[in-house]
């Protein structure tokens, strides 16, 4: 075989390690999503999310009570499949308004981390205007029967 061939060959076996590792990574975050909206029939959920092009990229997750009392505060950050979430106990039982007024609160150095804070933040605010929206169902679209 050509060399062409061979590196052809391992760009394809590149690509399907890199599609298998993006599966479980994305399973993952499913498993720990549907967890916490079947856990916490009430309150709200917030994720936020930045990708990094060179930096590592961040996820948190924050789920509140409805008198807005963080219960679960969870962040995954890394550049591989491998990043698994990691549960914050220190910030349970915090207020949001708290996180909201310093989403560095986490970790000073890590601007992403703070900016994906931020964006969950957000989105719970967003969610609890919207009348459309339950507590439990945040990121779900329900039907209505």
């Not at 060399?3 to 760009?11: F, G, V």
């Not at 929206?133 to 990121?139: A, E, K, M, Q, V």
């Amino acid at each position: 075989m050509a060399i062409w061939q061979w590196a052809l060959l391992c760009l394809v076996v590149a690509w399907l390690i890199q599609s298998v590792g993006v599966w479980v990574q994305m399973r993952h975050y499913s498993d720990v999503f549907k967890g916490i909206t079947q856990k916490y029939a009430d309150g709200f959920v917030g994720a936020g999310q930045v990708r990094g092009r060179f930096a590592k990229g961040t996820i948190a997750m924050i789920v509140v009570t409805p008198d807005l009392t963080v219960r679960r505060l969870m962040t995954m950050s890394g550049r591989s499949v491998f990043a698994k979430f990691r549960r914050h106990e220190a910030f349970e039982g915090m207020t949001l308004e708290r996180i909201r007024t310093n989403p560095a609160i986490l970790d000073a150095k890590d601007k992403g981390m703070a900016e994906a804070i931020r964006k969950a933040v957000e989105q719970i605010d967003r969610v609890r205007t919207d009348p459309e929206r339950r507590p439990g169902l945040t990121g779900l679209k329900t039907a209505n029967t």
